[in-house]
């Protein structure tokens, strides 16, 4: 299927919520920690030489090209939120390209493929997230490598059940956050076999896997010291690829190669 026959439907933009991204996300001990696995786990799986081109898409307040930078990359950060993309541009300065659009507007206006694709969070905030991987396929340069990270089904419903919300997952009723109002919960978590499916069926090869944050929004401990934070980044780090804890990583992340003959 082409990129022509996509349409944004009601994918959840963030007009509106940036401020919450900033502090309750990125500004917690969970946000620093996401970034902080997700790129050790990049390092770790995909050849980043210097001054290749990556493409940030859905790239929110800049984080992660941010990093890319300073990783001597050179990153295009495209994101759909006029508000989150105001953000990144004062994180990130002239030096980085910013563009206003959603992945299917790109997709369809993108003139060449990318060596390095950066996607994270943002595929549990489409109406149809299975939608974005032959999108993502086609915008990743044969040979070229995809960052992808989703929200956890899996993990959702284990949360939901750890704090006591039997009754829901009893009667098996979504779990999906609505998209209606300031609440984080996205709106199309997914599965491991889900999102393989998907980047098998578009093409990618799947190298690594791994879980992010598979202990840390479990803790009975609210507010965690310093010391524990460490200790507990060193476990996720020492734990997040293994069986069985990454199947139950708030996040999973995929390191997906496209092959160079396709």
Not at 219 to 231: A, D, G, I, K, N
Request: charged residues 20%; proline residues 6%; glycine residues 10%.
């Amino acid at each position: 299927m082409g990129a022509e026959a996509y349409t944004p439907g009601n994918d959840r933009h963030f007009d509106g919520l940036a401020e919450k991204f900033a502090n309750s996300m990125y500004g917690a001990s969970r946000g620093q920690l996401r970034l902080s696995l997700v790129q050790r786990h990049i390092r770790a799986h995909i050849p980043l030489p210097v001054g290749t081109a990556l493409l940030d898409i859905g790239g929110g307040l800049g984080q992660m090209s941010e990093w890319a930078r300073h990783e001597g990359l050179c990153p295009t950060l495209v994101e759909p939120s006029a508000e989150m993309l105001v953000r990144a541009r004062e994180v990130l300065g002239a030096s980085v390209p910013c563009v206003q659009a959603d992945l299917q507007t790109f997709a369809r206006e993108s003139a060449a493929p990318w060596p390095r694709v950066v996607c994270h969070a943002m595929l549990e905030w489409m109406a149809h997230p299975e939608e974005a991987l032959p999108l993502l396929y086609g915008l990743t340069a044969p040979g070229g490598w995809l960052s992808l990270m989703v929200f956890n089904h899996d993990a959702l419903r284990f949360s939901n059940i750890v704090k006591g919300n039997l009754e829901r997952v009893v009667d098996g009723r979504s779990l999906a956050g609505r998209g209606d109002r300031k609440r984080l919960t996205p709106i199309s978590p997914m599965t491991h076999a889900q999102v393989l499916g998907w980047a098998e069926a578009a093409g990618f090869e799947c190298r690594a896997v791994s879980g992010i944050r598979v202990f840390h929004d479990y803790l009975r401990e609210r507010t965690p010291s310093e010391v524990q934070l460490s200790q507990l980044a060193e476990l996720e780090a020492r734990f997040g690829d293994q069986e069985p804890y990454w199947r139950l990583g708030r996040y999973l992340h995929y390191c997906l190669y496209r092959p160079e003959s396709s």
